[in-house]
């Protein structure tokens, strides 16, 4: 599977973005989706994680009550609404897709998308 993120940007202290993830092929609603970022001079960091409906979904600590991770499978895409956004939260965003049982370990997942940038800037 190819996986292809969008919609980072700029955005003031507060504010709101929404990113996407498209994936190819036509087994996307078999493989569980997550969301990672990286910050300059810093690891990689697990941001959610997403199953096959959506309805079971994780998060991590720093982004739990703001981010929300949803899947259309229709449209074989993920999504990260990204809400209060803070300036640590500036990264480059990356998707991922798994066919397997991990969940915010980045080697639990076998496919990633090119990132996207999110800045978030007074």
């Known amino acids: 599977v190819q996986l292809q993120a969008s919609g980072g940007g700029v955005v003031q202290p507060g504010g709101s973005l929404t990113l996407s993830c498209e994936a190819s092929?036509?087994?996307?609603?078999?493989?569980?989706m997550g969301w990672f970022r990286q910050a300059p001079v810093k690891e990689r960091e697990f941001v959610a994680h997403v199953r096959w409906s959506g309805g079971t979904t994780y998060y991590a600590d720093s982004v739990k009550g703001r981010f929300t991770v949803s899947r259309d499978n229709a449209k074989n895409t993920v999504y990260l609404q990204m809400n209060s956004l803070k300036l640590e939260d500036t990264a480059v965003y990356c998707c991922a897709a798994t066919l397997r049982g991990g969940v915010r370990s980045p080697s639990s997942y076998d496919y990633w998308g090119q990132g996207t940038q999110v800045t978030v800037s007074s």
């Open positions: 092929g036509r087994t996307f609603s078999s493989y569980f």
